[in-house]
């Protein structure tokens, strides 16, 4: 019996064949959730749907488009009348010095990090509200905690310490409402967000960073995500979870 059995899911973001959120919905589907991919291009996100096997969907949204967020969340509750799960996982990053960060940079990324967590929740929390439950796993990154050093920029630190802020908030707010919101700290995984965009010195100083002494997978976010929106963890709300193989340890 999977610990997802008959339990709809909703996860942005997931279109990215080697992505976080790619390897959260095969797991999740393999614990018997029925998942639903938004990611940008309609194309993407039905393919990804499709390789999850039967019965799961896949939809264009923007998460920083409010109407879009809505209607997604209309179109999948017209198919399923309930959400169970919500993983805040579309996020994007940039390698920018203090300096460096231009408007259009700050407003992209904390555009699609922090208000795309706040727009997809405020679409799933009525529904959520309604059924007196529901889980929100919330994508951080270690470089909220300890102010970047992989990859992104300042910009990126501070869009994630605020998804931790957001999330801590909701989980105060919805506990009265059996909603638990939680998020998840990654440390340095291996996906298209970085892919090619780290010389060999950077790799080799992140992997020094690194008491395992490897740089982390996919399914490694994805387990730690499959415990936070299941029962197993029904007692945690409002934590953050390291998922970074040592590279830092409070
Ligand atoms: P990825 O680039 O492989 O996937 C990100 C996905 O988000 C892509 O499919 C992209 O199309 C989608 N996306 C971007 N903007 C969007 C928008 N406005 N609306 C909807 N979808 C959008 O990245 P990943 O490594 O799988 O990262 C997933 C999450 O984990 C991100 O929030 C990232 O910041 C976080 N994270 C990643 C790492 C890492 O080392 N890979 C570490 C810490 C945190």
């Not at 399923?80 to 300096?99: F, H, S």
């Not at 309604?130 to 869009?159: C, D, E, L, T, W």
């Amino acid at each position: 019996m999977g610990l997802l059995e008959g339990r709809f899911v909703v996860i942005t973001g997931a279109a990215s064949p080697r992505g976080l959120g790619k390897a959260t919905a095969r797991l999740f589907a393999e614990h018997g959730a029925t998942v639903a991919i938004l990611d940008l291009d309609a194309d993407a996100a039905a393919e990804a749907a499709e390789d999850l096997g039967e019965g799961h969907v896949g939809l264009a949204c923007n998460v920083v488009d409010k109407p879009a967020c809505e209607a997604a969340v209309r179109a999948l509750l017209d198919r399923w009348e309930r959400i169970d799960v919500l993983v805040n996982n579309a996020g994007i990053t940039q390698p920018l010095k203090i300096m460096d960060i231009a408007p259009e940079n700050y407003d992209a990324v904390l555009d699609v990090n922090l208000r795309g967590t706040l727009y997809m929740s405020q679409a799933v929390i009525p529904t959520m509200r309604q059924q007196k439950s529901g889980s929100i796993v919330n994508m951080s990154s270690v470089s909220a905690q300890r102010g970047g050093g992989i990859f992104g920029g300042p910009h990126y630190s501070a869009a994630k310490a605020g998804v931790l802020g957001l999330t801590k908030a909701m989980a105060r707010e919805l506990a009265p409402a059996n909603v638990r919101v939680n998020a998840i700290c990654p440390g340095f995984i291996a996906t298209d967000i970085t892919a090619g965009k780290l010389t060999p010195e950077m790799q080799q100083a992140v992997l020094d960073g690194i008491p395992m002494g490897r740089a982390g997978e996919a399914i490694d976010v994805a387990g730690c995500a499959l415990f936070l929106a299941s029962d197993i963890s029904a007692y945690c709300t409002g934590t953050e979870v390291d998922v970074n193989g040592g590279s830092l340890i409070h």
